[in-house]
């Protein structure tokens, strides 16, 4: 018999980390292991995953947010098979195909005043499209972004990336400027040089989950525009219902001339993203039959990504997704908010809707300093990384640390969270933070064994993205 995708999966099951060892990044076989993530998954339904030994585990990480609408959604499956049942024509590139052409009208109708879309397959690819755009539309280079961004690792993106870690060796960068995230000072003073065609922002980054102070956005529009700039705002992340609005731009009264989603568009199925735009800057860089190419990747219209985004934007509504991000966001918040009064660790608990993130600093009591301060001199993030750890092993949650040097635990659930895990979430970390300000041997006997592989050689802050 020929290929056999099912034979295949339990012929070589279990061989993953051996192959990604010997064929893929070696190094993230490496890092799991040295953080105990290194568990074999066979099933995933909504906002859980199972392992090899039949345990139950809640995906607070979503795939760095791909699982917005959870995962193996029965809608965007039955839509997925529906496109391979039907034997379409598929690329013909010589056609319109409406899949996508529908997928552009559903974008459109969630803002009007953006116009047009570029369908693509990745963020960073979006993100590549917004900065193209801009430039052409504005015939100037330079691209401000903000401390701490997190656009995608393509070269562009790569540019208004706001940290040094993943710039270090790969230069020489496009003509780009950094500002601190929020400060409309630091924008007007960039802006005015005259050669700046547009602001990159996330309107809450990914970074340590910081919020846009209010009137940022809106007061950026304003400096950008009186000075020939435009405004990008990277919804690649926090867009689709997950901060309880259906962009997290709406938060302010602003209207961005260009935006970039991903991610959840892609029902966690077939990679899809867009960049809208205002229908004058597509005119400009699309101008003519001849420049009708000029911008362009050869999946961007396929049937079966267009299937999922539409799809996905189907349930997002269905289910009435951004309602329960807001909803289900201010109950986890409100219940971190209580235990950030009780637990000494805890510095700082913010976000919007379903993107949460909570800081840890230095306690006050003298006791658990002695505790916190040898861990955060060997790393920055340890503490973090500890608690990730402690609700993986202890409690089944995967959740993420917000960055490598920050003390920032990230919580990215599905949209569709029930109020009971949310529950199951509090309890499991009031727990955790119990343990650790008790001093219960075992989770920091963890933390010091983390310690010592990561000097060992696997940085344990690489398990984090953004
Ligand atoms: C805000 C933001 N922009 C862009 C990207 C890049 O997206 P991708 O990984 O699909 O290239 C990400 C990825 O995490 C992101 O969070």
């Given at each position: 018999m020929g290929f056999d995708l099912k034979d295949l999966l339990e012929s070589r099951s279990g061989e993953g980390a051996e192959l990604w060892s010997r064929y893929l990044n070696p190094q993230t076989a490496r890092v799991l292991r040295s953080v105990g993530l290194d568990r074999k998954w066979v099933r995933a339904e909504g906002p859980y995953l199972w392992d090899d030994q039949g345990d139950t585990y809640l995906d607070w990480l979503a795939g760095f947010g791909v699982f917005g609408l959870g995962r193996n959604h029965p809608v965007v499956r039955r839509a997925l098979s529906q496109v391979l049942d039907g034997e379409l024509a598929d690329m013909v590139k010589m056609d319109t195909p409406l899949l996508a052409g529908l997928l552009g009208e559903a974008l459109v109708?969630?803002?009007?005043?953006?116009?047009r879309v570029y369908l693509c397959n990745s963020g960073t690819e979006a993100v590549e499209a917004a900065i193209k755009f801009a430039r052409y539309y504005t015939k100037r280079p330079r691209i401000l972004y903000c401390g701490h961004a997190y656009h995608g690792l393509t070269a562009g993106a790569l540019s208004v990336n706001g940290g040094k870690s993943f710039k270090s060796g790969f230069g020489p960068m496009l003509p780009a400027t950094e500002i601190p995230f929020g400060n409309l000072t630091a924008l007007e003073r960039a802006a005015s040089k005259g050669d700046v065609a547009a602001l990159i922002v996330e309107p809450v980054q990914g970074k340590g989950v910081q919020v846009a102070p209010p009137g940022f956005l809106a007061g950026a529009a304003g400096v950008l525009h009186d000075r020939g700039a435009l405004l990008i705002c990277d919804e690649v992340q926090a867009g689709l219902g997950r901060t309880g609005r259906f962009f997290s731009f709406e938060h302010d009264e602003v209207q961005p001339d260009l935006v970039t989603i991903a991610k959840t568009l892609s029902g966690g199925f077939v990679p899809v993203a867009a960049t809208m735009a205002r229908q004058a800057v597509f005119s400009a860089v699309y101008s003519s039959m001849t420049r009708v190419l000029v911008h362009d990747t050869t999946y961007s219209h396929n049937n079966m990504a267009a299937a999922a985004g539409l799809a996905a934007l189907s349930v997002i509504d269905d289910e009435g997704l951004v309602t329960n991000a807001a909803e289900r966001g201010d109950e986890l918040r409100r219940a971190l908010e209580d235990a950030a009064a009780r637990f000494?660790?805890?510095r700082d608990v913010r976000g919007r809707g379903l993107m949460v993130g909570v800081e840890f600093g230095l306690p006050s009591s003298i006791r658990l300093m002695g505790r916190y301060a040898p861990l955060t001199l060997l790393r920055k993030g340890l503490f973090t990384q500890m608690v990730v750890c402690a609700l993986f092993e202890e409690h089944r949650i995967l959740t993420q640390t917000a960055a490598d040097h920050m003390d920032v635990l990230k919580l990215l659930p599905p949209l569709a969270t029930t109020s009971d895990d949310v529950r199951w979430f509090v309890s499991s970390f009031e727990a955790v933070m119990g343990a650790v300000e008790a001093s219960s041997r075992p989770v920091w006997q963890f933390a010091r064994g983390l310690a010592t592989r990561s000097r060992d050689g696997a940085r344990v802050g690489g398990t984090t993205r953004l």
């Open positions: 109708a969630r803002a009007p005043y953006l116009d000494d660790f805890i």
